[in-house]
């Protein structure tokens, strides 16, 4: 069957998609966007995470037919969404009703100067450098699961506790760095955040 | 495979009566982990994600009205006062990707014993709303459940909504796991007082083939709350009747032993559950005539 969604502000189509393929493939093999990460299948360990009409969702159970004419921001699309969020909706997310990036900034859209394969020399989002400056990547496999998440929690409350963190993060596994750089990486962003507002 | 997408109630109703093995699927939460895991290979896949109203609630004079794909997570957000039972078995729903998207109508469709809805469900009392081509029925939670995730479906019938009893008395719930998210319940317990009707009614999961209410723990507490006059008195419930309850919502309880837990310690577990329920709820009522007196004073 043909399914067509919006991914990271662009209108994308699938053909000859499985009536039982998950969102999750689709993004990964016929997108070309791997960010996304395949790991247990069953939603338990969030390395899938992206948005779905603005809410964070494991793709490995949304079925690709179900998201028939959503809105899907991942991993990839993470920076301009940021960027977008900051410029036009302040203090706020856009979630499904604006579609992350308009019609007029996805025409415009270009690759700046990033490498297609490592993303080097692209932009970061805030939560993304946060990670980086807080050493929260370690083999980096639950990461992109976790910076949708985080990005998500950041974007709906602005200074979190560290309950509201660890509730946020609680359906994303990693098995690298017991979690203290990741919570650190999060309070680094919303400390950032703060300051610009 | 086919992908059916109805755009509308009764388009699902007429593509479940045309392919009464078609499985629907909302939240995807259960029936893509079966396909990913090559478990399953339904004939058809019935998506009611386009079904708008199944996602909607509304808030009765009695009853709410749940739509079945109301996420967890806006059952959390929006129905806490009205739901509270049901509110804070959401939270315990694995993670906030799952509660995004899972609702109730997915529990109740796979009717599993751990399902974590089931036991507030069965606390707070309420009616399962089905509808088929044929017409719509309500069937009354303490028959919904009829065996190791079987329901009283028909082939031809999908879940459209739950009406269930606003509550008026306090409502707990608790669960045994591992950790505090994403984690399928060793068992759980939900406890619900409605003061208006006097009662207690209560609800198990994953400790008997199906979810169940501690019958005689209720009607055992029932009697005992009337003949000492402690909904009027409100007075702390005394330990023996609060040990006796435990024992009988223990007793009936009837689990397996599986990877999760023993069945003796599931046992042991409801028991403790239900004391505590108990002790909380019973605390936050005698609470909340406290305060209706000091407003009165």
Not at chain 1, 150 to 169: F, H, Q
Not at chain 2, 219 to 244: D, M, V, Y
């Amino acid at each position: 069957m043909r399914v067509n969604f919006t991914v990271n502000g662009r209108q994308q189509e699938a053909d000859d998609v499985w009536e039982g393929e998950s969102l999750l493939y689709v993004l990964r093999e016929r997108m070309g966007l791997p960010g996304s990460k395949n790991a247990c299948e069953q939603g338990e360990c969030g390395s899938c995470t992206v948005r779905l009409n603005g809410l964070p969702v494991c793709s490995c159970l949304v079925a690709a037919g179900q998201a028939e004419g959503s809105e899907i921001v991942t991993v990839e699309g993470l920076a301009d969404y940021a960027k977008h969020r900051d410029d036009s909706h302040p203090g706020g997310g856009c979630g499904s009703v604006c579609g992350g990036t308009s019609l007029q900034e996805a025409r415009q859209w270009q690759a700046k100067g990033t490498d297609g394969q490592t993303g080097e020399g692209g932009q970061l989002s805030p939560i993304q450098q946060a990670f980086i400056d807080a050493g929260a990547v370690q083999c980096g496999f639950c990461t992109p699961g976790l910076l949708v998440a985080a990005d998500e929690l950041l974007e709906r409350n602005a200074s979190p506790s560290d309950a509201d963190i660890r509730e946020a993060l609680s359906g994303n596994l990693c098995r690298c760095t017991g979690y203290e750089t990741i919570l650190d990486a999060v309070r680094l962003a919303a400390a950032r955040q703060e300051e610009t507002v | 495979m086919d992908f059916l997408r109805p755009a509308s109630w009764e388009e699902a109703l007429a593509a479940k009566a045309e392919h009464p093995t078609a499985v629907p699927i909302a939240g995807g939460t259960d029936v893509m982990v079966e396909i990913n895991f090559d478990h399953r290979r339904p004939e058809y896949l019935l998506d009611l994600n386009r079904i708008g109203e199944l996602s909607e609630w509304e808030v009765g004079e009695e009853n709410v009205l749940l739509g079945a794909s109301v996420p967890y997570s806006a059952i959390m957000e929006n129905l806490r006062t009205e739901l509270p039972g049901l509110a804070l078995a959401s939270h315990t729903v694995a993670s906030p990707q799952i509660r995004n998207r899972g609702g109730v109508g997915g529990n109740l469709g796979t009717a599993s014993p751990a399902g974590d809805a089931h036991p507030a469900l069965l606390a707070a009392d309420c009616e399962v709303e089905v509808e088929s081509v044929r017409g719509s029925r309500l069937i009354p939670i303490d028959a919904f459940y009829t065996g190791v995730k079987r329901n009283a479906l028909a082939a031809d019938e999908l879940i459209k909504r739950v009406h269930i009893k606003k509550a008026d008395g306090p409502q707990q719930y608790s669960k045994v796991g591992t950790r505090n998210a994403m984690v399928i319940a060793v068992c759980a317990f939900g406890i619900a007082l409605h003061p208006e009707t006097r009662t207690v009614r209560t609800g198990i999961g994953s400790a008997a083939p199906t979810p169940i209410r501690a019958k005689a723990a209720e009607e055992f507490l029932n009697a005992a709350l009337e003949e000492g006059g402690f909904w009027e008195s409100r007075k702390i419930i005394t330990p023996s009747i609060a040990k006796q309850f435990a024992e009988l919502a223990s007793g009936s309880a009837n689990p397996i032993d599986d990877v999760r837990g023993t069945a003796s310690y599931r046992r042991h577990a409801v028991g403790i559950m239900a004391r505590r329920t108990l002790g909380w709820t019973w605390e936050s009522y005698r609470g909340e005539g406290r305060s209706s007196i000091e407003g009165v004073a």
